[in-house]
T-cell receptor, first 115, second 113 residues
């Protein structure tokens, strides 16, 4: 069965610091990978996604993620965080053609950015 | 304009009651989902549904049942509510094909007293 691990439960950074959130998945075949963000009290929004092609994916709000197949990883990065990036971040995976495209989520990483 | 909408946003009820949460999407998507987010923010799929197939996560109690009156709606009905059902429930939808992202609704915070 597919699973997703997010290594950091809670990350606290100061504004302008660089961010990297780890995500590893367990599935031997082709996967689609996603990062979603959940701002306080809001619903999940897609930050970026990887299906194929260039393993470095750029998303909204200056976020990017790199797919490293050999490491089964899809880490999220941002060079300089802002206070408004305070949110919960979820990595998710599904297998193309898998059962109705169900997403398997990691447990989330809470990011707190101090002004 | 809201792509995926849910009602109500908040639901507070007593143990043992039966309640429903409604979900509507205006994206023309074929597949809809229900997720449960627990107090630790962990998101878990409950159901996925299109007009052909309902797939139930085997860990979901049969007190939970999705009902789809049409392609744009997938409501969640819960019988005999328990304290452990307190959570935020998210509806989502996805278009045809494996390369489409899921769009999430705003969530319904259910509190069972």
């Amino acid at each position: 069965a597919q699973s997703v691990s997010q290594h950091n439960h809670h990350v606290i950074l100061s504004e302008a610091a660089s961010l990297e959130l780890g995500c590893n998945y367990s599935y031997g075949g082709t996967v689609n990978l996603f990062w979603y963000v959940q701002y306080p009290g809001q619903h999940l929004q897609l930050l970026l996604k990887y299906f194929s092609g260039d393993p470095l994916v750029k998303g909204i709000k200056g976020f990017e993620a790199e797919f490293i197949k050999s490491k089964f990883s899809f880490n999220l990065r941002k060079p300089s965080v802002q206070w408004s990036d305070t949110a919960e971040y979820f990595c998710a995976v599904n297998a193309p053609g898998g059962s109705q495209g169900n997403l398997i989520f990691g447990k989330g990483t809470k990011l707190s950015v101090k002004p | 304009d809201t792509a995926v909408s849910q009602t109500p946003k908040y639901l507070v009820t007593q143990m043992g009651n039966d309640k429903s949460i409604k979900c509507e999407q205006n994206l023309g998507h074929d597949t809809m989902y229900w997720y449960k987010q627990d107090s630790k923010k962990f998101l878990k799929i409950m159901f996925s549904y299109n007009n052909k197939e309902l797939i139930i996560n085997e860990t979901v109690p049969n007190r939970f049942s999705p009902k789809s009156p049409d392609k744009a709606h997938l409501n969640l009905h819960i019988n005999s509510l328990e304290l452990g059902d307190s959570a935020v429930y998210f509806c989502a939808s996805k278009g045809v094909g494996s390369y489409n992202e899921q769009f999430f609704g705003p969530g319904t915070r259910l509190t069972v007293l």
